[in-house]
Nanobody
Framework: QVHLVESGGGLVQTGGSLRISCAVS????????MGWYRQAPGKQRELVAA???????LYGDSVKGRCTISRDNAKTTVYLQMNSLKPEDTGVYYC?????????????????WGQGTQVTVSS
């Protein structure tokens, strides 16, 4: 069992920055990789970024160069630093425990999700 709790969302202006966090507990050693997804109103959930246990990273095309995913050494917290935020970054951000393939090209979401944290970027 893995338990995920997101935090740090809020309201930010266009061009601003925000760092959101995901606290990870439970069977941490079983986790291959962690991912951040977001879901905007009326849209499908999309992958924002993922990081493996070996620190391989993968980013969605819409956030490349603007976001950085990281995790602490104990692998109990995963962060998503978002810069140069745009209104289209608005949505609920969820963290997930899953698998990042060996070449870092595809992230397979697992069954464990957090409850989400709202990020709103005002224009």
């Amino acid at each position: 069992q893995v338990h995920l709790v997101e935090s740090g969302g809020g309201l930010v202006q266009t061009g601003g920055s925000l760092r959101i966090s995901c606290a990870v507990s439970g069977n941490i050693d079983s986790i291959n990789a962690m991912g951040w997804y977001r879901q905007a109103p009326g849209k499908q959930r999309e992958l924002v970024a993922a990081v493996s246990s070996e620190s391989t990273t993968l980013y969605g095309d819409s956030v490349k160069g603007r976001c950085t995913i990281s995790r602490d050494n104990a692998k109990t917290t995963v962060y998503l630093q978002m810069n140069s935020l745009k209104p289209e970054d608005t949505g609920v951000y969820y963290c997930n425990a899953g698998v990042l393939d060996y070449n870092g090209k595809y992230y397979y979401p697992g069954d464990y999700w957090g409850q989400g944290t709202q990020v709103t970027v005002s224009s």
